[in-house]
């Protein structure tokens, strides 16, 4: 990814991946547009070869760990990701009632002006920060995939981690969530 200083060095490596909105913009804390993340992670493990261990959307950013299966990229997955979910809110921004339709696209706007590669917006920032978690470091994994779940707890949002619908705790915990992941042993 441009600009990253984490790059993806083993495209078929599992990742702690964070994805972050222009200027952090507090754009999910709508349902609808969670839901886009939800369904286009879920199009991508059933078309493009993702894997998913974990992940969490917070209200401008997403945590995850990802591995592509051998012969997909992640690099080109996570493109294709930031790319289809960015056009598609911004429609439903654009589109649907949102009291903060202005302020917002006036920010991505903003954002979008400054790289000549860019027609109109720009919703999410350049990096990834990828961080490779080997398969030996099962101290490392654990501690990313406690942090994924333990976000909405520190940010007051629930009490357990299980709580937060929009989150692999539920699958961790038992119940089925709204991505198809695969557990970490």
Same mark, same amino acid.
């Given at each position: 990814?441009?600009?990253?200083?984490?790059?993806?060095?083993?495209?078929?490596?599992?990742?702690?991946?964070?994805?972050?909105?222009?200027?952090?913009?507090?754009?999910?804390?709508?349902?609808?547009?969670?839901?886009?993340?939800?369904?286009?992670?879920?199009?991508?493990?059933?078309?493009?070869?993702?894997?998913?261990?974990?992940?969490?959307?917070?209200?401008?950013?997403?945590?995850?760990?990802?591995?592509? /299966?051998?012969? +997909?990229?992640?690099?080109? &997955?996570? =493109?294709?990701? !930031?790319?289809?979910?960015? #056009?598609?809110?911004? $429609?439903?921004?654009?589109?649907?009632?949102?009291?903060?339709?202005?302020?917002?696209?006036? /920010?991505?706007? +903003?954002?979008?002006?400054? &790289?000549? =590669?860019?027609? !109109?917006?720009?919703?999410? #920032?350049?990096?990834? $920060?990828?961080?490779?978690?080997?398969?030996?470091?099962?101290?490392?994994?654990?501690?990313?995939?406690?942090?994924?779940?333990?976000?909405?707890?520190?940010?007051?949002?629930?009490?357990?981690?299980?709580?937060?619908?929009?989150?692999?705790?539920?699958?961790?915990?038992?119940?089925?969530?709204?991505?198809?992941?695969?557990?970490?042993?």
């Amino acid at each position: 990814m441009s600009g990253d200083q984490y790059i993806i060095s083993d495209q078929n490596g599992l990742y702690f991946l964070t994805f972050t909105v222009i200027d952090w913009v507090d754009v999910f804390s709508r349902k609808e547009y969670k839901i886009v993340l939800t369904e286009s992670m879920n199009y991508c493990v059933n078309k493009k070869g993702l894997i998913i261990y974990a992940w969490v959307i917070m209200s401008n950013h997403v945590h995850v760990i990802w591995q592509a /299966k051998e012969g +997909f990229r992640l690099s080109d &997955i996570i =493109r294709d990701f !930031k790319k289809f979910t960015a #056009k598609k809110i911004l $429609h439903l921004i654009e589109t649907e009632p949102e009291s903060r339709k202005i302020w917002m696209l006036r /920010k991505f706007e +903003f954002a979008g002006k400054r &790289i000549k =590669r860019n027609t !109109k917006y720009k919703f999410w #920032k350049d990096s990834s $920060h990828a961080i490779l978690l080997e398969s030996n470091q099962i101290t490392m994994i654990n501690q990313k995939l406690n942090y994924i779940h333990d976000n909405p707890v520190r940010a007051m949002i629930v009490n357990y981690p299980e709580d937060y619908i929009f989150s692999s705790a539920r699958d961790y915990g038992g119940e089925k969530g709204f991505v198809n992941i695969e557990l970490l042993d």
